[in-house]
């Protein structure tokens, strides 16, 4: 009986797989049909994002029923459109109370771009949300690698200065200081209700003021995911691209001295004060870190970091005198917000507690 002997055959196989979105692949695919066809081509790109008060669904529904429109709708929240001289993609996200429209179109000429453009634009003309808002470009990890996301936000609080008494002269003078001050980096530390959000919110609204464009909205760059910083991608991207701040809240974990062990901060250093500068955008760090020694001195030094606030809690004078601002001259909402407070037998509050026992306080008149 013959025998076959055995092989000893080790295999080693390696792939790359390279994920391409579906409106990428739309348009490469568009594209490389007019180019072997000898077509003119989609040479001329616009691009918007609007907030309206607009159901999104109801909205690319009617979108979809246009007639010279030969459309696709590859999820709930996206729209592919191609037109005798177009290819267009639409976007629209959220709630019919604030929806985000979000296109972009390439066109055979400016004078088709435009049209589309106004069009697009007219669909929610009367309900466009008028108010000063910012863009959050979220970055996150998924098992293909980076992945972004955009929201529109909306601050709707007023900074009351009693709120901040480390800011010197005032919540609006500082925020102003801080935009116009050639160092990048602002660092927000204080324990969990210290105002730190409302007074980010706030900085990105001002950016979006001082654009002076009703169509043009600061964009923050945001993550809160430790996988992210860890390669140099989102530090590339905000150096070459066109966000007006790097924002990282809750960013404990990536201000500790780099003699214990950070091997991330000095991405941030190289990008707010070393070889690739940050070109008069800004880095707004938060965090909880109860010490000053618990983050890197390279961070907060002079010439890169424009100021390193500690927030405290408030204490009893000065959470009253954020109460009285609140109650505006009403004896019985201050009386009942101040007892709310005593409960607790503190020495200080917090600021959202503060706000937490006004409007307690309100809902139980």
């Known amino acids: 009986m013959n025998t076959v002997p055995s092989l000893d055959l080790k295999f080693q196989t390696m792939s790359t797989l390279q994920v391409h979105d579906y409106e990428s692949a739309v348009l490469h695919g568009v594209l490389a049909e007019s180019l072997a066809r000898g077509e003119p081509g989609y040479p001329f790109y616009r691009a918007q994002q609007v907030a309206a008060r607009v159901d999104p669904a109801a909205l690319l529904e009617k979108l979809s029923l246009r007639r010279d429109w030969h459309v696709q709708r590859p999820d709930p929240v996206?729209?592919?459109?191609?037109?005798?001289?177009?290819?267009?993609?639409v976007m629209a996200m959220g709630k019919a109370k604030h929806c985000t429209l979000n296109f972009r179109l390439?066109?055979?000429?400016?004078?088709?771009?435009?049209?589309?453009e106004a069009e697009l634009l007219a669909e929610v003309a009367d309900d466009r949300i008028?108010?000063?808002?910012?863009?959050?470009d979220w970055r996150f990890m998924t098992s293909h690698g980076l992945k972004s996301a955009i929201t529109v936000e909306r601050p709707q609080d007023v900074l009351l200065d009693e709120a901040y008494p480390a800011l010197a002269g005032g919540v609006t003078p500082f925020i102003h200081r801080y935009l116009s001050a050639p160092e990048s980096v602002l660092l927000l530390q204080g324990p969990p209700g210290s105002g730190k959000t409302r007074l980010i919110r706030e900085l990105l609204r001002e950016m979006s003021l001082r654009k002076g464009k009703e169509d043009e909205d600061a964009v923050a760059l945001y993550s809160g995911e430790k996988g992210v910083w860890d390669t140099d991608e989102i530090f590339v991207e905000f150096i070459t691209g066109d966000h007006d701040a790097f924002l990282i809240e809750d960013a404990d974990h990536l201000l500790a001295p780099r003699a214990e062990g950070n091997?991330?901060?000095?991405?941030?250093?190289?990008?707010?004060?070393?070889?690739?500068?940050?070109q008069g955008r800004k880095i707004i760090f938060s965090t909880n870190?109860?010490?000053?020694?618990?983050?890197d001195p390279a961070l907060v030094r002079p010439g890169r970091c424009f100021q390193h606030v500690f927030l405290k809690e408030l204490e009893i004078v000065q959470a009253?005198?954020?109460?009285?601002?609140?109650?505006?001259?009403?004896?019985d909402r201050l009386r009942?917000?101040?007892?709310?407070?005593?409960?607790?037998?503190?020495?200080?509050?917090?600021?959202?507690?503060?706000y937490a026992a006004h409007r307690a306080n309100f809902h139980s008149g």
């Open 78 to 89: 996206t729209l592919v459109a191609r037109t005798a001289c177009a290819l267009v993609m």
């Open 106 to 116: 390439w066109a055979q000429s400016p004078a088709i771009a435009d049209a589309l």
């Open 130 to 136: 008028s108010e000063t808002l910012f863009r959050l």
């Open 263 to 278: 091997q991330t901060l000095h991405r941030f250093l190289n990008i707010s004060d070393g070889i690739a500068q940050a």
């Open 289 to 295: 870190l109860p010490n000053v020694r618990d983050i």
């Open 320 to 331: 009253r005198g954020l109460l009285e601002r609140l109650c505006v001259g009403d004896s």
């Open 336 to 354: 009942g917000g101040m007892k709310r407070l005593e409960q607790d037998a503190k020495r200080s509050h917090s600021v959202a507690e503060v």
